[in-house]
């Protein structure tokens, strides 16, 4: 016996409330109120769709208003803390505006990020927010040439105006360095990935600037450069064997969360206590930093405030609303969270 059910349609819903197609599709695309149709009407439809399970087409939809109700989101790592948290806000957002959120992993990987953003095309999305890789620029030109709405979020793509939210990367890395300075730690070292990417770059120029503006002379390694296609275990390695190499080192500065966990195991590998032998500081909050013992000093990122912008401004953006003459930028001052891993120290000979 033949048990499927045949799939309902638009012309279904309205022969069996004997109204017209466009009545109906007036209703499902949210139109009705402003089309003059009674409440009462409103709501038969909607009784009706929810009783026979019916499920509008997206390609149709886009082809009847130009919106498939749709975003994508492209970022680095969804399981990383900062971007996950990023992704849940912008989803919470986006369900509160009646879109759905495509989420996908760059891995930062350049291959991998072209053809997320091709497929997000594909995939008729009203607009992107991206996590650009650092040879996105042809891929994100051509965002601009098809006039497809697009964010810039987390980082910048050197040579391209775009629409962006991101982080003052520059004056949190200042403002945490010079914490390290002001509680009597002046020879600090830097661990951070080395990738050429804008936040990156901006968060080791503000550790430079700060110690330079401290006129702090570094007669010692004082920065580490590692690379993001390292294992784990290669990663804690080289953090263990700077320490090693550089025993007049106080305190350490991580440029990113994952990093900063790597740190503490590679400071445990080598015998030493934070904050007694050496202090720790990191860019990025994360989870368990506040639940260490000791607790971890962070610059921390204002997740909710970055996403829900970026978010508003695509919408602008894809509704037309947008009047910036240039292209939008905001950068977000990070907080300076002080915690047990800092201490301030006696100065020397006192």
Same mark, same amino acid.
């Given at each position: 016996?033949?048990?499927?059910?045949?799939?309902?349609?638009?012309?279904?819903?309205?022969?069996? =409330?004997?109204?017209?197609?466009?009545?109906?599709?007036?209703?499902?695309?949210?139109?009705?109120?402003?089309?003059?149709?009674?409440?009462?009407?409103?709501?038969?439809?909607?009784? =009706?769709?929810?009783?026979?399970?019916?499920?509008?087409?997206?390609?149709?939809?886009?082809?009847? $208003?130009?919106?498939?109700?749709?975003?994508?989101?492209?970022?680095?790592?969804?399981?990383?803390?900062?971007?996950?948290?990023?992704?849940?806000?912008?989803?919470?957002?986006?369900?509160?505006?009646?879109?759905?959120?495509?989420?996908?992993?760059?891995?930062?990987?350049?291959?991998?990020?072209?053809?997320?953003?091709?497929?997000?095309?594909?995939?008729?999305?009203?607009?992107?927010?991206?996590?650009?890789?650092?040879?996105?620029?042809?891929?994100?030109?051509?965002?601009?040439?098809?006039?497809?709405?697009?964010?810039?979020?987390?980082? *910048?793509?050197?040579?391209?105006?775009?629409?962006?939210?991101? =982080?003052?990367?520059?004056?949190?890395?200042?403002?945490?360095?010079?914490?390290?300075?002001?509680?009597?730690?002046?020879?600090?070292?830097?661990?951070?990935?080395? $990738?050429?990417?804008?936040?990156?770059?901006?968060?080791?120029?503000?550790?430079?600037?700060?110690?330079?503006?401290?006129?702090?002379?570094?007669?010692?390694?004082?920065?580490?450069?590692?690379?993001?296609?390292?294992?784990?275990?290669?990663?804690?390695?080289?953090?263990? $064997?700077?320490?090693?190499? &550089?025993?007049?080192?106080?305190?350490?500065?991580?440029?990113?969360?994952? *990093?900063?966990?790597?740190?503490?195991?590679?400071?445990?590998?080598? &015998?030493?206590?934070?904050?007694?032998?050496?202090?720790?500081?990191?860019?990025?909050?994360?989870?368990?930093?506040? *639940?260490?013992?000791?607790?971890?000093?962070?610059?921390?990122?204002?997740?909710?405030?970055?996403?829900?912008?970026?978010?508003?401004?695509?919408?602008?953006?894809?509704?037309?609303?947008?009047?910036?003459?240039?292209?939008?930028?905001?950068?977000?001052?990070?907080?300076?969270?002080?915690?047990?891993?800092?201490?301030?120290?006696?100065?020397?000979?006192?």
């Amino acid at each position: 016996m033949n048990t499927s059910v045949k799939k309902i349609s638009i012309k279904d819903i309205a022969k069996e =409330l004997n109204l017209s197609i466009t009545t109906v599709s007036f209703v499902l695309n949210g139109k009705g109120k402003k089309m003059g149709i009674s409440p009462e009407t409103n709501n038969r439809v909607h009784a =009706l769709i929810k009783k026979r399970g019916f499920k509008p087409n997206n390609a149709a939809r886009v082809l009847r $208003n130009g919106k498939s109700k749709t975003i994508g989101l492209i970022v680095e790592d969804i399981s990383n803390y900062f971007f996950g948290k990023i992704a849940k806000v912008i989803e919470v957002e986006a369900n509160k505006n009646g879109y759905s959120v495509f989420f996908s992993s760059t891995e930062n990987n350049n291959a991998t990020a072209k053809k997320l953003i091709n497929k997000m095309k594909d995939s008729s999305v009203d607009g992107i927010i991206i996590t650009a890789t650092q040879g996105l620029k042809t891929e994100i030109l051509k965002l601009k040439e098809e006039n497809i709405p697009f964010v810039l979020i987390d980082r *910048l793509v050197p040579g391209v105006d775009a629409d962006y939210v991101i =982080l003052d990367n520059y004056i949190g890395a200042y403002n945490l360095t010079k914490h390290l300075i002001d509680n009597n730690y002046k020879k600090i070292g830097f661990v951070t990935i080395e $990738n050429g990417m804008s936040q990156m770059i901006d968060r080791e120029r503000g550790f430079v600037d700060a110690l330079s503006d401290a006129k702090i002379k570094t007669g010692y390694n004082s920065i580490l450069k590692v690379s993001i296609g390292q294992s784990d275990e290669v990663i804690v390695d080289r953090i263990k $064997n700077y320490v090693a190499e &550089n025993p007049t080192i106080d305190s350490l500065f991580f440029s990113t969360n994952y *990093l900063g966990a790597f740190g503490i195991e590679a400071i445990q590998k080598n &015998n030493l206590k934070i904050p007694s032998n050496i202090a720790v500081v990191s860019f990025d909050d994360n989870v368990f930093f506040k *639940l260490l013992t000791p607790s971890i000093t962070v610059a921390s990122q204002p997740i909710k405030e970055i996403a829900t912008k970026a978010f508003q401004h695509l919408m602008k953006k894809i509704e037309n609303e947008s009047s910036q003459p240039r292209p939008y930028g905001q950068i977000i001052a990070p907080d300076i969270i002080v915690r047990d891993s800092s201490p301030k120290r006696k100065p020397r000979g006192k």
